[in-house]
């Protein structure tokens, strides 16, 4: 029996610690919680970026999906003595994103639009856009799925990293055996934690992931992935970790009990069924439209041929009279 008493989140503090989800769930599971990225962002400098070829003034609209794309965006403008026009348009992921570019940039003057949250909403907002040429900041192992919407919407994106993400130092400060549970955010954040300690053994730790990347990374690196999140039920890692932890303790702290429930190679195998039914009914609809368009075909075919002997008949009888 493992019971969860003390957690690392590989993030950093919420702002508001006691109005957010984790301080909830560290009172109703009597858990401690430390919060510490075991990664750290990293601008690529004027003189890598320029590698790329990339000029910030060939492009009339800039899509922002974080605050590190932003405040890299600008840095780099300011460093290459770029002086953003105040025609650019900003296209971005999120209300809070779109808010913090005050930071950079009075935002009344500017155009600056934004979705609800996901890329989805994002792209409503952006196909009424479709005459601009975007320029995406991102980091140089982003795994965004914002490239992949602007390339099925058929609206052309130039990928422009501006930053990295790198393992940060954290062996002296963290003692990670004193942990029960890791909450990992980041393919990057699973090599820091190998970078870090050396020779680490996961034991009987639990580890939690959010995104599949993340854990993929993990299962690659010969851990276990526990709970791997978002899942059907639970859209974010909070929500995820609230119902698993209280499924852990329904159960008498027995994981065996409802591991396979929450697991990565589960949810990997109902995202792989989910994908292949989705195939499945799009070419079922595919052949289903292509056996009606023949039919139709068909039938515009027989009613041509009696339409045409109709009219040969008709003529011979003119021709009788």
Sequence with gaps: MLKVKKVLVSQPAPADYEKSPYKAIADKFGLKIVFKKL???????????????????????VVLNSRNAVDNYFRLAKELRVQVPISMKFFCSSESVAFYIQ??????????????????????????????????????????????????????LKKAPM?????????????????DMLVLFSPVGVKSLFENY???????????????????????????????????????????????????????????????????????????????????????????????SKVAANKAAALAVMAEKKGIRKKQNLTKA
């Design 39 to 61: 990664f750290q962002i990293e601008g690529l400098s004027a003189m890598e970026f320029r590698k790329s070829r990339i000029n910030l003034l060939d492009y009339t609209a």
């Design 198 to 292: 050396p020779g680490y053994k996961q034991n009987k730790t639990l580890i939690a992931t959010f995104g599949l990347s993340v854990a993929e990374a993990a299962d690659q690196a010969g851990l276990t992935v526990n709970l791997s999140a978002p899942t059907a039920t639970s859209s974010s890692m909070t929500q995820a970790m609230s119902e698993f932890l209280t499924d852990l303790h329904k159960n008498g702290w027995e994981l065996e009990k409802v591991e396979s429930k929450y697991g990565y190679k589960q949810i990997q195998a109902s995202a792989k069924k989910a994908a292949k039914a989705a195939q499945t009914e799009s070419k079922t609809a595919t052949r289903s439209k292509t056996i009606e």
């Design 103 to 156: 930071t950079y940039i009075q935002y009344r003057k500017r155009k600056i639009f934004y979705g609800k949250q996901t890329t989805a909403d994002l792209m409503e907002v952006v196909s009424k856009h479709k005459e601009e040429k975007f320029l995406f900041p991102c980091s140089q192992d982003s795994n965004s799925d914002v490239p992949t919407a602007f390339a099925k919407a058929k609206i052309p």
């Design 163 to 179: 930053y990295r993400t790198v393992p940060a130092k954290v062996a002296s400060e963290i003692k990670i055996s004193e942990f």
